[in-house]
């Protein structure tokens, strides 16, 4: 008799796709740009009032972050009891300007150059877009400015009343 002959198995191995990982990367990049436009609009209109909350436990944290989002947009703060619980309902169109919308509007104008060898043009005009939009809104609802501000330093400036004087 003679011996059937073993087939030798053959091993393949995949190699490592590195595309893989820059298509998973590029397909959750418009999930990114939403979420850092969503952190931009929370940054902006609870940061002035989250500094009532320093120190505190993550609860009490929690209900002042509330209180500061709820009150800034609606007015209506629901703890009453925790730090913050007095935030006014606030609309201020002189805080539409500011980092967020700054970062936003100058990574937007990135995307929109006519230059086709600048990297990364698509993924600046979704990022710019999400945090322009993040600012511009999130300053909306933020503490403004009260107009009594200098220019060169942010010290309050003493109004003084002008008198009108008569040379006749």
């Known amino acids: 008799m003679a011996k059937k002959k073993k087939r030798a198995k053959t091993v393949t191995r995949r190699p490592i796709n590195k595309k893989r990982v820059g298509k998973s990367i590029k397909s959750n990049w418009r999930k990114i740009s939403t979420g850092a436009g969503a952190l931009a609009f929370l940054s902006q209109v609870t940061g002035h009032d989250m500094a009532a909350s320093a120190g505190q436990p993550i609860g009490a944290r929690a209900q002042n972050f509330g209180n500061s989002l709820i009150g800034r947009i609606t007015g209506y703060t629901p703890f009453k009891n925790a730090a913050g619980a007095n935030t006014p309902q606030t609309?201020?169109?002189?805080?539409?300007?500011?980092?967020?919308?700054?970062?936003g509007l100058?990574?937007?104008?990135?995307?929109?150059?006519?230059?086709?060898?600048?990297?990364?043009?698509?993924?600046?005009?979704?990022?710019?877009?999400?945090?322009?939009?993040?600012?511009?809104?999130?300053?909306?609802?933020?503490?403004?400015?009260?107009h009594n501000t200098n220019l060169l330093s942010s010290s309050r400036v003493v109004s003084v009343p002008s008198s009108e004087v008569s040379y006749t």
């Not at 805080?95 to 919308?101: A, E, Q, T, V, Y």
């Not at 995307?111 to 993924?123: E, Y």
């Open 91 to 103: 609309i201020s169109i002189d805080g539409m300007f500011n980092k967020w919308s700054g970062i």
């Open 106 to 146: 100058g990574t937007w104008l990135y995307g929109m150059l006519p230059v086709k060898q600048l990297p990364h043009k698509a993924k600046a005009k979704t990022l710019g877009k999400s945090l322009l939009s993040g600012g511009v809104l999130g300053g909306l609802f933020s503490v403004g400015n009260p």
